[in-house]
């Protein structure tokens, strides 16, 4: 069984600046910005996790470098159902690691044998996974993570 490590309060500054998007631009994204040359515009995002509140911070997140509002599930097995019957045509996926009914290695697995063109990133605060997920051809991002974090992560030809 999966548990979260990470606590509540480690995202009170992702939470704070959700609420004032004035400081989201100017704290996090005018450096970022110059990181990543070439955005996906147009990309489809689906974020897969059991935390409303982390789905919101990573919404706004891919939503302010200029992608669309991302498709947002709960659970491994949701996305993999959303998928396969082509209700979601994602270009990234960014799922949890610890999700209900199926975790998100095997919703990995099982997207990327069908839909290999899909970017998956699991997300975990488990750093135990890391070799695992990385030897599968998945990206990996450590909880909590920031906006440069993530689009270096989106946007890496490594995984």
């Not at 994204?29 to 982390?54: H, L, P, Q, Y």
């Not at 890391?130 to 995984?159: I, Y």
Request: hydrophobic share 40%.
């Amino acid at each position: 069984m999966c548990e979260h490590s990470y606590r509540s309060d480690d995202y009170n500054i992702a939470w704070l600046i959700v609420a004032n998007d004035e400081k989201l631009s100017t704290l996090f994204f005018t450096e970022a910005d110059s990181t990543c040359d070439s955005r996906k515009s147009g990309s489809n995002v689906a974020i897969v996790d059991d935390n409303d509140e982390i789905c919101s911070v990573i919404s706004k997140m891919v939503q302010h470098f200029g992608w669309g509002a991302p498709a947002i599930l709960h659970d491994g097995k949701e996305i993999v159902e959303a998928v396969e019957s082509r209700k979601l045509s994602p270009d990234v996926i960014i799922m949890d690691y610890c999700l209900p009914h199926m975790n998100g290695l095997e919703a990995s697995r099982i997207i990327s044998r069908k839909f290999p063109a899909i970017k998956i990133i699991v997300a975990t605060s488990d750093e135990s996974v890391r070799a695992q997920v990385a030897s599968e051809g998945f990206g990996f991002l450590k909880k909590p993570f920031g906006f440069k974090t993530l689009m270096k992560s989106v946007f890496s030809r490594d995984e």
